[in-house]
């Protein structure tokens, strides 16, 4: 049996005026956030903790597991369409949206 979650990220559609706690399906908590794609077409969130990673196409309404990819702490888009995962004894593990 899978560990339950829990509201582990808060969302805003408001600039931040109000929040909203919400859940991804990765266990426990959520180290990094970052954006895919370009400012002002549809983007890609990607979500990863030690227990998982996710991606979403809607900010947070529907998420995507991508299994097997656990034990990252950090990530960054150095492209639009292209970014990296930190994580545990200098894993590093390209994605591409």
């Known amino acids: ?3 339950a979650l829990t509201d ?3 969302r805003s559609e408001d600039g931040g005026q ?3 706690l919400a859940n991804a399906p990765i266990p426990g908590a959520i180290f990094a956030v970052a954006y895919a794609g370009t400012p002002g077409h549809p983007r890609t969130v990607v979500a990863t903790g030690t227990r998982g990673t996710a991606w979403t196409p809607d900010e947070g309404d529907t998420w995507f597991l991508l299994e ?3 034990g990252f702490w950090s990530l ?3 492209r639009p369409d292209a ?3 930190v994580g545990r004894q200098g894993r590093i593990l ?3 949206f």
Request: proline share 0%; net charge neutral.
């Open 8 to 10: 582990n990220f808060a």
């Open 1 to 3: 049996m899978g560990a």
């Open 83 to 85: 970014g990296w995962l």
């Open 76 to 78: 960054a888009f150095a």
């Open 94 to 96: 390209k994605i591409s």
């Open 68 to 70: 097997g990819v656990t």
């Open 18 to 20: 109000t929040w909203e």
